[in-house]
């Protein structure tokens, strides 16, 4: 699951996941933005977001930071269980700037506006919220747990 919480000096957010999640994230963030040309005019956004995902994918290659976890699993559940668990769950870190994560989240909301109204123009449907396949996509739900 993926958690933010304030950097120790509140210069801006760790974001939290595991390995998973992470590449979720990428490739969901790859799939909204678009390819290079497809709108002209958020070519600079659409970097800044692309920023933001090779800091995930140098978190998916390990160069990034870490941190363990807890998962709830004591010596109790797991003698109860009759499994053998790790007590704590290794989460990948990546920091991103106050300014630069609030401009992200601001440009990902318009290109989930984008994405979704692209969907809704090839199914040939009216309403954008009519489409519930716009509404259940994969992609634009990694995006707004983020």
């Known amino acids: 699951m993926i958690f933010v919480r304030n950097t120790p000096n509140n210069a801006g957010v760790a974001i939290?996941?595991?390995?998973?999640?992470?590449?979720g994230l990428?490739?969901?963030?790859?799939d909204i933005v678009g390819e290079e040309g497809e709108h002209l005019y958020y070519e600079g956004a659409r970097l800044r977001v692309l920023a933001v995902?090779?800091?995930l994918r140098h978190a998916l290659m390990g160069?990034?930071?870490?941190e363990f976890v807890e998962n709830g699993m004591d010596e109790d559940k797991r003698r109860k269980m009759?499994?053998?668990a790790?007590?704590?769950?290794?989460y990948l870190v990546v920091n991103v700037l106050w300014p630069e994560i609030l401009f992200v989240t601001m440009a990902l909301n318009v290109f989930l506006?984008?994405?979704a109204l692209k969907h809704v123009k090839a199914s040939g449907r009216g309403e954008l919220f009519d489409d519930k396949q716009v509404i259940w996509d994969?992609?634009?739900a990694q995006v707004r747990i983020l």
């Open 113 to 115: 506006e984008v994405y």
């Open 82 to 84: 009759s499994v053998l």
């Open 63 to 66: 160069d990034r930071d870490y």
């Open 16 to 23: 939290y996941g595991d390995y998973n999640d992470f590449e």
């Open 53 to 55: 995902c090779y800091d």
């Open 26 to 30: 990428y490739e969901a963030l790859h």
């Open 86 to 90: 790790p007590d704590r769950n290794l």
């Open 138 to 140: 994969k992609n634009i």
